[in-house]
């Protein structure tokens, strides 16, 4: 109970910790996506963003290893061998290099000629969106460097360096936008060599925070022939999701590049800034207790691993739904608030995403647990399958003649069927209870939805005028509802009472 209790504390501080560090970075990306927007104009932003797009999409590499990495630095710290934690990360250390190293020779290969002969981008910024790319391709390969350094931060809960680290690199961004007003050189690719400068500046500093901290972390010249093969293995599964996942959305990015051109891609730019910044919310909670997950798996107690599971499914809904429902309803006025210039489609595709990720974070948990097992095989051979046929299928929309829309509603639907597909799967893996995760998570969630939503949509159709005034009424009157709803029909009654005891806690410490 004692060690239980204290886990809850862990949990709720790096939580705090990362909602400080969410809050100051969602403020300042706001701001510096409107000023990069007004600085660079819809196209050479649109460029950015679909430039940008085919390097990440060299990364499904990383991607795969980055959560193969996060699994067994957590696991061995799970299990308490020194040992085994250096001879993880170093090993890791090694195959990233190696992975990097592979990205730089794809970019600069098939990603160089898929730019120059198949995306659709003015002759006049061709030259731009070379060296935009070459940008990209090195800030890439340092990032992939930095991913062991980062697992290893988070497997410790080490939230409060994580925090630090990242509000320096948003302070650093921020100048780069102040910069960017001021440059006589082409701002697209400046911006782009500022980016890159920014990438190298915080992979020293994770480097150097994690080797003064953490033992393991001290490279050895060794190689383990049968680490390497196993966390290769374990990896190679991740892969299929992995490449799913950046097909479902740099491949749609690049499928509205071809078909609509780069102000399409602007409009999808400015719904992935305002969808990342609500989607934080949840990912903190999730980071600060995804490695209790795995960590009682490492230590088999089972219960503890559900309880975790149901509570981040449900909890991450919550707090997603809390931010998305007032920019659901408002979506172009908040645009409108936000930049000087919204191009067309960024509310309705805004309004999609939010969907999106709202049912994706709420799954996750389950992909926590099925990575925390190191038996991946079938969750990413079926979640996987499902995922890529995003992309053929919006293809197929659009060849025969459908708006920008509908690859974001093809999407949504892909994403629901692969939601009902991975509480199925973790039956078999893990032994998870259909039944009370549906009951648990399922029921609570729709009953917050009918609870929560009348009254604010009520408001939208029926007050008057259209106003700031009305705005900041409206988004106000969300997020009450919404806590009201979770609080009576959304939570059990432990919770319930740990809510009501830290309220009065707070309420008789002020008095």
């Given at each position: 109970m004692f060690e239980t209790s204290l886990t809850n504390k862990r949990i709720a501080k790096n939580t705090l910790l990362l909602y400080f560090r969410m809050i100051f970075m969602m403020l300042v990306s706001l701001y510096t996506s409107r000023v990069?927007?007004?600085?660079?104009?819809?196209?050479?932003?649109?460029?950015?963003?679909?430039?940008?797009?085919?390097?990440?999409?060299?990364?499904?590499?990383?991607s795969a290893?980055?959560?193969?990495?996060?699994?067994?630095?957590?696991?061995?710290?799970?299990?308490?061998?020194?040992?085994?934690?250096?001879?993880?990360?170093?090993?890791?250390?090694?195959?990233?290099?190696?992975?990097?190293?592979?990205?730089?020779?794809?970019?600069?290969?098939?990603?160089?000629?898929?730019?120059?002969?198949?995306m659709v981008i003015d002759q006049s910024r061709h030259s731009a969106a070379f060296w935009v790319f070459q940008c990209s391709v090195l800030t890439m390969a340092?990032?992939?460097?930095?991913?062991?350094?980062?697992?290893?931060?988070?497997?410790?809960?080490?939230?409060?360096?994580?925090?630090?680290?990242?509000?320096?690199?948003?302070?650093?961004?921020?100048?780069?936008?102040?910069?960017?007003?001021?440059?006589?050189?082409?701002k697209l690719i400046f911006y782009a060599v500022?980016?890159?400068?920014?990438?190298?500046?915080?992979?020293?500093?994770?480097?150097?925070?994690?080797?003064?901290?953490?033992?393991?972390t001290k490279l050895r010249c060794i190689w383990?022939?049968?680490?390497?093969?196993?966390?290769?293995?374990?990896?190679?599964?991740?892969?299929?999701?992995?490449?799913?996942?950046?097909?479902?959305t740099q491949g749609v990015n690049i499928l509205l590049n071809i078909f609509f051109g780069p102000t399409v891609n602007a409009a999808r730019g400015v719904a992935v800034q305002v969808q990342n910044a609500v989607l934080q919310f949840s990912q903190n909670f999730q980071t600060a207790l995804n490695p209790q997950i795995t960590k009682n798996y490492a230590k088999g107690d089972r219960e503890a691993m559900y309880k975790l599971i149901i509570r981040s499914s449900r909890f991450s809904f919550f707090l997603l739904f809390f931010l998305s429902l007032p920019i659901f309803l408002m979506t172009q006025e908040v645009l409108e608030l936000w930049l000087k210039?919204?191009?067309?489609?960024?509310?309705?595709?805004?309004?999609?995403?939010?969907?999106?990720?709202?049912?994706?974070?709420?799954?996750?948990?389950?992909?926590?647990?099925?990575?925390?097992?190191?038996?991946?095989?079938?969750?990413?051979?079926?979640?996987?399958?499902?995922?890529?046929?995003?992309?053929?299928?919006?293809?197929?929309?659009?060849?025969?003649?459908?708006?920008?829309?509908?690859?974001?509603?093809?999407?949504f639907i892909v994403c629901v069927v692969a939601a009902i597909a991975r509480i199925y799967i973790l039956k078999s893996l893990i032994g998870l209870s259909v039944r009370n995760y549906m009951t648990q998570v399922g029921k609570n969630l729709l009953m917050v939805i009918l609870v929560g939503v009348p009254l604010p949509l009520s408001l939208y159709y029926f007050v008057t005028p259209d106003n700031f005034l009305r705005m900041v009424?409206?988004?106000?009157?969300?997020?009450?509802?919404?806590?009201?709803?979770?609080?009576?029909?959304?939570?059990?009654?432990?919770?319930?009472?740990?809510?009501?005891?830290?309220?009065?806690?707070?309420?008789?410490?002020?008095?």
């Open positions: 990069i927007l007004e600085a660079l104009g819809v196209e050479d932003f649109g460029v950015y963003n679909v430039v940008g797009g085919v390097v990440s999409m060299f990364g499904f590499l990383n290893m980055s959560s193969s990495t996060q699994r067994y630095i957590t696991f061995e710290l799970g299990r308490g061998v020194m040992g085994e934690q250096q001879k993880v990360f170093t090993t890791s250390v090694q195959i990233h290099m190696f992975i990097a190293l592979i990205v730089v020779l794809l970019g600069e290969t098939v990603g160089l000629w898929f730019l120059e002969n198949k340092v990032s992939i460097i930095s991913v062991p350094y980062n697992a290893i931060i988070i497997a410790h809960e080490k939230m409060s360096a994580f925090a630090y680290i990242s509000v320096v690199e948003v302070v650093l961004k921020l100048c780069i936008v102040f910069l960017l007003l001021v440059t006589p050189f082409d500022l980016l890159l400068v920014v990438q190298l500046m915080v992979r020293v500093i994770y480097g150097s925070y994690c080797n003064r901290h953490f033992k393991e383990d022939k049968s680490m390497f093969k196993e966390m290769m293995g374990f990896a190679g599964w991740n892969l299929i999701g992995n490449c799913a996942s950046i097909l479902s210039r919204v191009p067309d489609y960024s509310a309705v595709f805004l309004k999609i995403s939010l969907m999106i990720v709202t049912v994706d974070a709420m799954v996750n948990p389950l992909m926590v647990a099925a990575t925390a097992t190191g038996h991946v095989r079938h969750y990413q051979t079926i979640v996987g399958g499902v995922v890529m046929l995003i992309t053929p299928v919006a293809y197929v929309a659009l060849k025969l003649g459908a708006a920008p829309p509908a690859v974001f509603v093809v999407h009424s409206l988004g106000v009157v969300c997020m009450l509802s919404v806590a009201m709803a979770v609080y009576s029909v959304g939570m059990d009654v432990n919770e319930k009472k740990f809510v009501t005891d830290q309220f009065v806690k707070k309420f008789n410490c002020k008095k």
